[in-house]
């Protein structure tokens, strides 16, 4: 079992700036091999991938971040993060880290992972 706990996000103004941060209970030999994405919901939406990263450090984003968004992880602390720069009112959601040890096709698709964090609000106003 792999907990993830999250932690970042908040409010901020269109334009601004946040990170999100990712910790999970694995240690680094185990942690450094796990696939991990960023998803985010809407309301009345359903989840969706931003950003993936492999276990060997390639990342992948969804169109409408690519740019503005940046994926990454600190395998000696576990942790993972997504920078998110330029924000839109459109990014507004609650946003979720997930992780699996096996690789899926498609790496921003909800079902790629079995393990997900508790999820925290973003909401960017104009």
């Known amino acids: 079992q792999v907990q993830l706990v999250e932690s970042g996000g908040g409010s901020v103004q269109s334009g601004g700036s946040l990170r999100r941060s990712c910790a999970s209970s694995?240690?680094?030999?185990?942690?450094?091999?796990?696939?991990m994405g960023w998803f985010r919901q809407a309301p009345w939406k359903e989840r969706e991938g931003v950003a993936a990263i492999r276990s060997d450090g390639v990342t992948i984003y969804e169109e409408s971040v690519k740019g503005r968004f940046t994926i990454s992880k600190d395998n000696a602390k576990s942790t993972l993060y997504l920078q998110m720069d330029s924000l839109k009112s459109e990014d507004t959601g609650m946003y979720f880290c997930?992780?699996?040890?096996?690789?899926?096709?498609?790496?921003?698709?909800?079902?790629?992972?079995?393990?997900w964090g508790q999820g925290t609000q973003v909401t960017v106003s104009t």
């Open positions: 997930a992780a699996d040890n096996l690789f899926k096709n498609n790496q921003l698709s909800v079902g790629a992972y079995r393990y």
């Open positions: 694995k240690y680094e030999y185990t942690y450094s091999r796990f696939y």
